[in-house]
């Protein structure tokens, strides 16, 4: 929802967000992928629309946490806590939200659920959102946490990495197919 601080909050997809999703549907094949998604609901809807089928959901690919501020829109946080949203878009890399997360943590997690992986030629189609996908890149791609927030995340569009016992390499992003 734009204008909204939404995170951790499980919302459902919105009309445009299934028909997003349903587009996107229509140019993919994933027959015989293993979907893997973030647990909350507006991405496993979305991966069960994609896949017609199971769903593993791995909770470690959530979006950020933002604590206290969840579901309030950024107007209402700088009317409300002006000074500490302001410390945290200064620095939001490692500064949390109150009771919730920085991007360091999602990296954290992210991380801990990449490692879990087997680097072989398993293919995954895994359905996260922009702050998960933007600790992936960061992690398999050694980029500056704070450098990628200039990777620009569409909603219903594919990002395709290669993993290998070598490292990762980039494929596509922000594309329409993989």
Do not use: K, Y
Not at 130 to 145: N, T
Request: proline share 3%; charged share 25%; glycine share 6%.
């Amino acid at each position: 929802m734009d204008g909204f601080c939404i995170g951790h909050t499980d919302r459902a997809l919105t009309d445009q967000g299934r028909d997003e999703i349903e587009s996107l549907a229509r140019r993919l094949d994933v027959q015989d992928i293993a979907c893997i998604s973030s647990d909350l609901v507006r991405a496993s809807a979305s991966a069960e629309r994609l896949t017609m089928g199971h769903v593993t959901t791995e909770p470690r690919l959530r979006e950020m946490h933002f604590g206290t501020w969840e579901g309030r829109t950024w107007a209402e946080l700088e009317a409300t806590d002006g000074p500490g949203v302001q410390e945290w878009m200064a620095d939001w890399t490692n500064v949390r939200a109150p009771g919730g997360e920085s991007f360091a943590d999602v990296i954290v997690r992210v991380r801990s659920w990449l490692d879990s992986l087997a680097r072989d030629d398993t293919r995954l189609l895994v359905v996260a959102h922009a702050g998960s996908i933007r600790a992936a890149a960061v992690v398999l791609l050694d980029l500056p946490p704070a450098r990628s927030f200039l990777l620009q995340i569409d909603h219903a569009q594919v990002c395709t990495f290669v993993l290998s016992s070598h490292g990762a390499s980039l494929r596509t992003w922000n594309s329409r197919t993989f």
